[in-house]
């Protein structure tokens, strides 16, 4: 019986340990975005009032002839990505600095050093130092997501956050966005566009086999990070 305990205990060890491998290929990958990703709207509180035939008092409540759009803590909006950053930079120094001296010493009678009467002596010395740099970016990212309303500010603005994930494979890809979006800039569609959203973080990250391959191992990153060459 105890060899049989200590054969499961291995057992459960070694699926432990697997899980624990799995967890680091599979697991979500972290994000910088507002959070909550999503958010359920308030529930509608009863009318004290009694309503018209085309007057609701209730919160909930949109006017007949009104777009739907986002308003509320909630609601959904359309955000279309349209993301496209050029940066470029360069940089040029250069110094140079020369010097020369020249001295001699006389010939006269009674002075020490007799070796060095009548020598010429001359020292100079120069520097020079250039150096270049250069630097460009490009970055392009397009697409769309649906984030929801998690919060309205005092001034009217609404702090929108979302997540799309989609499983190719055996990785997936998460798509994640959040922002402050001013209600004027929101289209009749319900929609606007990346480059009107404040505070804007867009991300585009996955997990699986693919994406674990490009991670440099932890030993040779230890290593990049001990060695002074």
């Not at 490009?138 to 649906?146: A, Q, R």
């Not at 799309?164 to 055996?170: D, E, L, R």
Request: glycine fraction near 10%; hydrophobic fraction near 40%.
């Amino acid at each position: 019986m105890a060899a049989v305990g200590m054969t499961f205990l291995k057992a459960r060890a070694i699926a432990g340990m697997l899980c624990l491998l799995s967890g680091c290929i599979a697991a979500t990958p972290p994000t910088a975005v507002h959070q909550p990703m999503t958010v359920r709207p308030p529930a509608a509180v009863p009318a004290t009032v009694t309503n018209g035939s085309i007057y609701q008092a209730a919160p909930s409540y949109r006017p007949l002839f009104e777009d739907r759009r986002a308003r509320g803590v909630g609601d959904i909006l359309t955000i279309s990505i349209v993301e496209n950053t050029n940066a470029d930079k360069k940089a040029s120094s250069a110094a140079n600095r020369s010097s020369e001296n020249n001295f001699s010493v006389s010939s006269l009678a009674g002075l020490p050093g007799k070796s060095f009467l009548g020598a010429n002596l001359g020292a100079s010395s120069g520097f020079e130092f250039s150096g270049d740099g250069q630097s460009s970016s490009n970055n392009v990212f397009t697409g769309t997501i649906t984030v929801t309303v998690t919060e309205v500010l005092p001034n009217g603005n609404l702090v929108v956050s979302g997540e799309k994930q989609i499983g190719i494979g055996q990785g997936s890809e998460f798509i994640r966005f959040s922002g402050v979006v001013n209600p004027v800039t929101i289209s009749g569609a319900n929609s606007v566009n990346s480059v009107q959203v404040a505070d804007a973080r867009v991300e585009y990250r996955g997990n699986g086999q693919i994406d674990s391959a490009q991670v440099m191992g932890w030993l040779t990153r230890f290593f990049l990070t001990v060695l002074p060459f």
